[in-house]
């Protein structure tokens, strides 16, 4: 297993960054008997069928759709570098630097930027600057939330999901193994992901990235474990070397939560 560097997580995955995260009435209706309708824009007609059988079996054992609707504020502290807040229902995300005074309260669902900056106990006004702050904020919010919720997002808009192989994970748990690809989507489309899905729970235990889709080792693999149920769902902290911590699902965040830091 490749050693991996934390602090270069966010040059290394941006492949969430593809996609914005879609509300429910985003979403494709669903067919009758569908339970778990795919994003817009997800490539169904080059996806195995087999891999979306398996990837529907993922989300009901996540807490099952309806409960990953229905889930509005996620919480978390990745990897000691940032804190984040996110309101999945409204699109608002507020990210703090461990690292320096630096706080972010921006709209990742906005076409345009939009958002506070607050950096070293000075609100930022300065448009230019304003701006640069506000893409950092969305971008490590893309890098880290995908760190947390990936395996809710295997029918994302601009995925392509293929059953790749069976396969054990480093502890030896048999698993089927899909594979991630993408398409006409965000900074980095030629990313690539396999995830081994637990023959028997149908949880992820693991996953690979491919910086390009057509290399044949992986940049870096990692589990995916350590599962525990907050609110309606089931979420996973460990990645190995490090993990992720302060994980909460909320109902409720104090009322100012997205408009100051006061």
């Known amino acids: 297993m490749k050693q991996i560097i934390y602090s270069l997580l966010f040059v290394c995955i ?4 593809c996609q914005n995260p879609k509300t429910t009435s985003e979403t494709q209706a669903p067919k009758p008997t569908e339970v778990n309708p795919a994003a817009t824009g997800f490539n169904e007609a080059n996806s195995d069928e087999k ?17 990953w609707d229905e889930t509005r504020y996620v919480c978390w502290n990745f990897f000691g570098s940032r804190k984040h807040v996110w309101d999945k229902h409204t699109g608002m995300a507020r990210v703090e630097s461990l690292k320096s005074d630096l706080k972010i309260i921006v709209d990742i669902n906005a076409d345009s930027l939009k958002g506070r900056v ?20 969305k971008s490590a919010w893309i890098n880290d939330a995908y760190w947390i919720v990936m395996p809710f997002k295997l ?6 999901l293929k059953y790749h192989k069976q396969d054990t994970t480093a502890t030896g748990v048999p698993c089927d193994v899909l594979r991630l690809t993408f398409e006409n989507v965000g900074d ?26 057509t290399q044949e080792t992986e940049d870096f693999i990692t589990p995916w474990d350590d599962y525990q149920k907050y609110g309606g769902i089931l979420l996973a902290s460990n990645r190995g070397r490090g993990s992720i911590t302060e994980i909460e699902v909320l109902e409720t965040v104090p009322e100012n939560t997205f408009n100051s830091f006061d």
């Open 155 to 160: 029918k994302d808009s601009g995925v392509t």
């Open 118 to 137: 607050f950096k070293d106990g000075q609100e930022m006004t300065q448009i230019d600057s304003l701006k640069e702050y506000l893409q950092y904020g």
């Open 14 to 17: 941006i492949t969430f960054g």
């Open 51 to 67: 891999a979306i059988e398996i990837a529907n079996k993922v989300m009901e054992a996540m807490g099952g759709r309806k409960a």
């Open 188 to 213: 980095t489309p030629d990313n690539a992901y396999d995830v081994w899905v637990d023959q028997g729970s149908n949880l992820i235990k693991q996953w690979a990235y491919y910086k390009d889709n």
